[in-house]
């Protein structure tokens, strides 16, 4: 089968920083996605990891671990925009690009 | 750019109505995809258009549901009877290529009542 765990939710104050890992088990593997939901809206692309590694994109990074299975999204200087849900998403499991979305997280973040 | 629209943003109907939910997605997209979250679960896929050509239907849970792309462009999902557990948000997303992001619209909130 396939699965993607992240934790359900995170409390965070403004100004810290906040890890949101993500593991998975999948049948194929072409790369990690994260997206940012704020309530009532669109989910939006954040990052797109392929390779092992960090990549970092302003106040947000995202890290891989092929070997492990494992990647997570790194939030540097929190503000309270940041309060959203981020889902973690595997792309390849059977072989398609088509993302498969883990439970996502809700981050809160607190003055 | 206009971004990917749905229509309508909620819904409200009792077991055993029909519904369509409609579905444009960024113009010169060829890729639709549809998506369902369940309150606190996954978002789950449904299906992924190509064109007008369903290319993989294997996460439409029954033959209630039925989505369109006449003509490659905007995309309906019909549920016809409408059941209790088919409350959720349903959210259409765009691409232009298979590989590439996803770009969602903000979905509908559907609730069977």
């Known amino acids: 089968g396939q699965s993607l765990e992240q934790p359900s939710e995170v409390t965070a104050v403004e100004g810290a920083i906040v890890q949101i890992n993500c593991t998975y088990q999948?049948?194929?593997?072409?790369?990690l996605s994260w997206y940012q939901q704020h309530d009532g809206g669109a989910p939006t692309f954040l990052s797109y990891?392929?390779?092992?590694g960090l990549e970092e994109t302003g106040r947000f990074s995202s890290f891989l671990s092929r070997s492990d299975s494992y990647g997570y999204l790194l939030l540097q200087e929190l503000q309270m925009k940041d309060s959203a849900s981020y889902f973690c998403?595997?792309?390849?499991?059977?072989?398609?690009?088509?993302?498969?979305f883990g439970r996502g997280t809700s981050l809160i973040v607190h003055p | 750019e206009a971004g990917v629209t749905q229509f309508p943003s909620h819904s409200v109907i009792e077991k055993g109505q029909t519904v369509t939910l409609r579905c444009d997605p960024i113009?010169?997209?060829?890729?639709l995809y549809w998506y369902r979250r369940v309150m606190g679960k996954e978002i789950k896929f449904l299906l992924h258009?190509?064109?007008?050509?369903?290319?993989?239907e294997s996460g439409m849970p029954n033959n209630r549901f039925l989505a369109e792309r006449t003509g490659g462009t905007y995309s309906t999902l019909k549920v016809q009877p409408a059941e209790l557990e088919d409350s959720g948000v349903y959210f259409c997303?765009?691409?232009?290529?298979?590989?590439?992001?996803?770009?969602f619209g903000s979905g509908t909130q559907l609730s069977v009542l």
């Open positions: 997303a765009s691409s232009r290529q298979v590989d590439e992001k996803l770009f």
């Open positions: 999948t049948s194929g593997f072409y790369g």
């Open positions: 990891n392929a390779l092992d």
């Open positions: 998403a595997v792309k390849g499991s059977g072989g398609s690009y088509i993302p498969t």
């Open positions: 113009s010169g997209h060829d890729n």
């Open positions: 258009f190509v064109k007008e050509s369903k290319q993989d």
